[in-house]
């Protein structure tokens, strides 16, 4: 797509804004009254989002209910926010697991590397975004909050089919 830029002459002299206000206004009715205009009633209408949408993370749980994290260090190591936060443990069979695996969700730019990273496919970025805290503190979600999201998870981009048709 070619982006075209429109190069506007500073006015010289003394200007009537009238002029400017009227076009605003004749505008904003014609948009109005335009049967085409893209109106969504949120929350009642929703957009369908794209599979590749990236927002809020989940973390997806084995058969009986454990996290799939194998606390590897990957995704903190490459998160490029640095807003994941990963203790590690180890069970007495020598498996590791998270004793603490936070992501503070304000600090997150989403991009999606955690996801392309872990080698468990445990974290995921998912097909959400209302998630409307009132207070910074509840944007940080634990374990237990990022298995119990159910939304659907992150498409990630194939190479095989870049336009994911
Ligand atoms: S999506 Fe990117 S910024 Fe967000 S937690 Fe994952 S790696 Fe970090
Ligand atoms: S990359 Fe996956 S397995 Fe490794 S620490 Fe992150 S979530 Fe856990």
């Given at each position: 797509m070619t982006i075209k830029v429109k190069v506007l002459e500073r006015p010289v002299g003394e200007v009537s804004y009238l002029r400017a206000t009227v076009k605003g206004l004749a505008l904003t009715f014609k948009h109005l009254v335009d049967p085409h205009k893209v109106t969504v009633q949120y929350p009642e209408e929703r957009w369908d989002i794209s599979p590749r949408w990236r927002g809020t993370h989940r973390m997806l749980t084995t058969e009986?209910?454990?996290?799939?994290?194998?606390?590897?260090g990957l995704c903190p190591t490459v998160c490029p926010a640095n807003c994941i936060k990963l203790v590690p443990g180890e069970d007495e069979d020598g498996n590791r697991y998270p004793l603490v695996f936070e992501i503070d969700e304000f600090r997150?730019?989403?991009?999606?590397y955690c996801q392309e990273v872990c080698p468990e496919e445990a974290i995921h970025v998912g097909r959400?975004?209302?998630?409307?805290?009132?207070?910074?503190?509840?944007?940080?979600?634990d374990l237990e909050r990022l298995t119990s999201q159910s939304h659907a998870v992150c498409e990630m981009w194939d190479p095989a089919d870049p336009k994911g048709e």
């Open positions: 009986d209910g454990k996290a799939k994290c194998v606390a590897c997150c730019i989403f991009c999606g959400h975004y209302e998630n409307a805290e009132y207070s910074r503190d509840r944007f940080v979600y």
